[in-house]
C-alpha cells in the first residue's frame, strides 16, 4: 500500500527535504505552512500518517492534534518538535500525539517511524461520531441526539468497536474477539447485546433514522441509511 502523508511544517526548506526524501522511498506527501489549513487538509482528506511541527503559525501543532482526537479523526501523528523534555513529550502525548522526533533528526530515522505508524491507526481519539450518535472515550458514555445512553460495558466495546470500524461491517468473529478476546461467550450472548445496544440506540428514537445494521451472514455495521 502506497502511504500518503500530510507535513504540516512552516520552514519551507525542511519541509521540501521531508516530501523530496518521502518520494524517494513511494511515500506521497502533501504539504501546508500553517496549523489552520493542516487541519482543514486533515479534515477532507485521506491520509495514513501526519507529520506535524510543534510550532506552527496560526495554530500549534498540540491544538491541531486536539483538534483532531476531539472530532475522532484516528490518523497517526509523529510530532516533530526542538524540545526534548519529558514535559513537553507528556504534553504533546496527552494532545494526541503517537510519536516524538526530536530536531535535528535522520530522515531514515523519519521514514522508519512514518512507516511504522502507517500500518495502524492512532489509538489517542477521545470522541467518535456516526451521524447523531456519539461516544465520549475518556468518559465512557455514549449519546444519541445529546441523550445519554444507558449502555453497559460490554455494550460500550461493541459500540466502540462498531464505530472505529464505520462504516464498514464488522464481523461477529471480530466483534467477539475484540470485546471478549479468548474467552468468547456462546453465540446467543453475543446476539443478546447486540439486541440491548440496537434497543437504546435505535428503539428509542423514532424521529431519527437506525444506525445499527445487521449484515445477514457477516456481522454489523454502523452507518446512515
Not at 13 to 26: C, G, K, M, S, V
Not at 51 to 65: A, H, K, Q, Y
Not at 161 to 178: F, G, H
Request: proline share 4%.
Amino acid at each position: 500500500m502506497t502511504l500518503n502523508v500530510l507535513v504540516v511544517e512552516d520552514n519551507l526548506d525542511l519541509a521540501a527535504a521531508i516530501i523530496d526524501y518521502l518520494e524517494t522511498e513511494n511515500i506521497a506527501s502533501d504539504h501546508s505552512s500553517n496549523g489552520v489549513s493542516g487541519l482543514a487538509q486533515i479534515k477532507t482528506n485521506d491520509y495514513q500518517v501526519i507529520i506535524l511541527d510543534l510550532n506552527i503559525p496560526r495554530m500549534d501543532g498540540l491544538s491541531v492534534c486536539e483538534n483532531m482526537r476531539q472530532q475522532g479523526i484516528d490518523t497517526p501523528v509523529l510530532m516533530l518538535t526542538a524540545r526534548d523534555s519529558l514535559a513537553d513529550k507528556i504534553a504533546g502525548f496527552d494532545a494526541g500525539t503517537d510519536d516524538y522526533l526530536v530536531k535535528p533528526f535522520a530522515m531514515k530515522e523519519l521514514v522508519i517511524r512514518v512507516k511504522a505508524l502507517g500500518k495502524r491507526r492512532s489509538g489517542q481519539i477521545t470522541f467518535l461520531q456516526v451521524e447523531d450518535l456519539t461516544l465520549d472515550l475518556k468518559q465512557k458514555k455514549a449519546f444519541r441526539m445529546e441523550q445519554p445512553l444507558k449502555l453497559t460495558p460490554i455494550a460500550l466495546k461493541l459500540l466502540e468497536v462498531l464505530m472505529r470500524a464505520s462504516p464498514n461491517p464488522v464481523s461477529r468473529n471480530e466483534l467477539i474477539n475484540e470485546v471478549w478476546g479468548d474467552d468468547g461467550p456462546d453465540s446467543n450472548s453475543l446476539k443478546v447485546h447486540i439486541y440491548n445496544l440496537r434497543r437504546q440506540i435505535d428503539g428509542q428514537y423514532s424521529n431519527s433514522s437506525p444506525l445499527l445494521k445487521t449484515i445477514t451472514g457477516y456481522g454489523f455495521s454502523l452507518k446512515k441509511p
